[in-house]
């Protein structure tokens, strides 16, 4: 089972851990200036890359809090996790 480390509760089974997307996708300025396509590609549209990905997650059975985590997507070994608004750690290798 993969270990997931939350950053207020420390280490813990992925089973009380939810996923929750990509991290770091910008809201966009204006809404209701969005064209339909514009406004599928915001909520739709998501990179899938292979190898190093930046993610949000929820401690949904802990503290209930959201964090980031840096995980390969080939080995889903999770590199680090942090929280929001924090900077991704510099060894996290995303360009």
């Known amino acids: 089972m993969l270990k997931i480390t939350c950053p207020w509760c420390g280490a813990r089974e992925e089973i009380e851990f939810s ?12 809404p ?9 590609q915001y909520v739709f549209m998501r990179d899938n890359p292979k190898g190093v990905f930046l993610e949000r ?9 959201w964090f980031n985590a840096v995980r390969h997507t080939v080995t889903h070994q999770i590199d680090a996790t942090y ?13």
């Open 19 to 30: 996923y929750g997307g990509q991290a770091h996708v910008a809201y966009p300025a204006d």
């Open 32 to 40: 209701a200036a969005l064209s339909d396509d514009e406004w599928a």
């Open 57 to 65: 997650w929820v401690h949904s059975q802990g503290c209930r809090r």
């Open 83 to 95: 929280k929001p608004g924090e900077p991704p750690p510099a060894q996290a290798g995303v360009k």
